[in-house]
């Protein structure tokens, strides 16, 4: 069974960056595409963005579109999460999730297999 542990989090003010990282361990994660979900306080975990397996193609929310990079290593087995220009709507608890294939299936949940624990991201005003 694999295994995701994210890292990475803290408290940042408005406009500032802070990159989350997401280490894999346990299974074939390179050969899987990975994504980001987000859970602020009394929402939904929404989807923020996903990998493929080779890192060639991305996909993002459109409320993170152009301040996000998701980016992997394929041999350190970890996929990271550069956010920039952060926002106080920002603050949430972040996972990193392996779907089972290689492609990115999409911002729906239910198509990722594994889930990390989640770290915190707190965007100050």
């Known amino acids: 069974q694999g295994k995701l542990v994210e890292s990475g989090g803290g408290l940042v003010q408005a406009g500032g960056s802070l990159t989350l990282s997401c280490e894999a361990s346990?299974?074939?994660?390179?050969?899987?595409?990975l994504g980001w979900f987000r859970q602020a306080p009394g929402k939904e975990r929404e989807f923020v963005g996903a990998i493929n397996w080779g890192g060639s193609r991305t996909y993002y929310a459109d409320s993170v579109k152009g301040r996000f990079t998701i980016s992997r290593d394929n041999a350190k087995n970890t996929v990271s999460l550069q956010m920039k220009s952060l926002k106080p709507e920002d603050t949430a608890v972040y996972y990193c999730?392996?779907?089972?294939?290689?492609?990115?299936?999409?911002?729906?949940?239910?198509?990722?297999?594994?889930w990390g624990q989640g770290t915190q991201v707190t965007v100050s005003s």
């Open positions: 999730a392996a779907a089972s294939g290689m492609v990115v299936p999409g911002p729906l949940e239910r198509r990722y297999a594994d």
């Open positions: 346990g299974s074939t994660f390179s050969s899987r595409a």
